[in-house]
């Protein structure tokens, strides 16, 4: 074995290939179907979008497993941990069956250039298909079209919500980003689109790939009454629903759009009312409005764009605080820092600034400085995330809550903290 400790691995394959992201199919679906990956054994179930894909697949695993299925989850980035990416039945893969995993990867590869996310998804298929599942749930990691989890043909293709992220690869409009996410569709298998306001061209995709599109608002739909809610299409429905357990409105239109997808597949995974009404009462995903213990309210959210950051201050509104919202806020270079601010600064009272960790970070004087032209409260820079959010913590009071976003490495370096 190349190496028997996982960061070894992890560090080892970050220098592998020469571009960080390198988007396309050739090399990631050669090697896959030297591993035999290609035509899986279980229903496939890929997720797509800007926002709102973790909590799709957070619920899709849970109630597909309430349903009595073997599931397994692909997700990333990671917060803590690397394994948290690959989950059977909700349990995170040891160390040692990952590194068995990449050694197969890397044994089948030869002398092919594999980047540090296509390394890790050909290791995710190679575990669930020697896991006796029924059903995987892939998140996409950029785009769609050309993601490694691509190489797998879905059952069943879900799209979240479509707005502007990561533009240098996917386009500058709503028009090309989603032409890229509506690459995981395909011919004959139905897609499911839960933003209500899509570009057009996720239509057209599926009209010349012969996918059968389900649009939200016109296939199917969702209302909220009080702390319960009810989901129709057609002659499906589920009336008297419990609220999912993530935080925010916009978990309703993930959830609408999760309970299309498994109505499109109902003779293949069969789940009923209480199947859905357990699994999102206990569906959990770390970094979504989550809230921490301490002196005070605390609340992380992994928000890294201007739609992301409408949700949170959305949510953010949707509860106020009965003192200060005291905002620790650092985020990546290459993200629409600007938007972000305009979208949630009338929800946070006092600013604490820093760079996190990632090689990518916005450094904490651009970052000063561009908040010293758009917002009127207070602002403090620091040298860390953690030192912000000391600090922050030092000056809430009891009735004060204390909010961390801009990225997940802004939110894992708090959770950190916590563990």
């Not at 560090?11 to 035509?39: C, D, K, S």
């Not at 990449?102 to 890790?120: K, M």
């Not at 959830?255 to 699994?279: E, F």
């Not at 305009?342 to 400085?369: F, K, M, Q, T």
Request: charged share 20%.
């Amino acid at each position: 074995m190349r190496f028997d400790k996982l960061d070894d691995w992890l560090n080892w394959q970050q220098t592998l290939h020469p571009h960080t992201i390198e988007l396309g199919l050739e090399r990631v679906g050669e090697v896959a179907r030297r591993l035999g990956l290609t035509r899986p054994d279980y229903k496939v179930i890929t997720v797509a979008g800007t926002n709102g894909k973790g909590s799709c697949v957070a619920m899709l695993e849970s109630i597909l497993i309430e349903a009595g299925y073997r599931v397994g989850s692909y997700t990333s980035p990671h917060l803590l941990r690397y394994n948290e990416r690959v989950r059977v039945q909700r349990e995170v893969i040891p160390d040692d069956a990952l590194c068995r995993a990449f050694e197969l990867v890397d044994a089948a590869r030869g002398a092919i250039s594999l980047s540090y996310f296509e390394f890790g998804t050909l290791a995710a298929m190679h575990i669930f298909a020697r896991s006796a599942l029924d059903v995987t749930v892939l998140e996409v990691g950029l785009g769609g079209r050309l993601d490694a989890v691509n190489v797998q043909d879905p059952d069943v293709a879900l799209i979240t919500s479509i707005d502007l992220d990561h533009t240098e690869w996917l386009g500058d409009n709503r028009e090309a980003i989603g032409y890229e996410k509506a690459g995981i569709m395909r011919a004959g298998r139905p897609v499911v689109c839960g933003d209500p306001d899509p570009p057009t061209s996720i239509g057209k995709q599926a009209a010349a790939a012969q996918a059968v599109l389900y649009q939200l608002g016109r296939d199917f739909s969702y209302r909220r009454d009080g702390n319960m809610w009810a989901w129709q299409s057609g002659p499906w429905h589920y009336d008297r629903l419990p609220l999912p357990a993530l935080r925010g409105e916009v978990q309703l239109q993930n959830a609408s759009t999760v309970l299309m997808s498994l109505s499109c597949i109902a003779d293949q995974l069969s789940v009923d009312a209480a199947h859905i009404r357990s699994g999102l009462q206990k569906v959990v995903l770390a970094g979504r409005f989550q809230r921490l213990p301490g002196p005070v309210e605390i609340i992380v959210d992994i928000a890294h764009n201007p739609a992301g950051a409408r949700v949170f201050a959305s949510t953010l509104r949707a509860s106020p605080s009965a003192g200060r919202t005291h905002g620790v806020f650092a985020v990546l270079a290459d993200k629409d820092a600007a938007n972000m601010v305009e979208a949630v600064r009338d929800a946070i009272d006092c600013w604490y600034l820093a760079a996190n960790r990632s090689e990518r970070a916005l450094p904490v004087g651009e970052l000063r400085a561009l908040l010293t032209s758009k917002v009127a409260q207070p602002l403090q820079s620091f040298d860390s995330v953690a030192e912000a959010y000391h600090a922050a913590c030092r000056a809430a009071s009891a009735a004060d809550r204390v909010v961390v976003f801009g990225s997940a490495f802004t939110v894992a370096e708090v959770l950190a903290l916590h563990v």
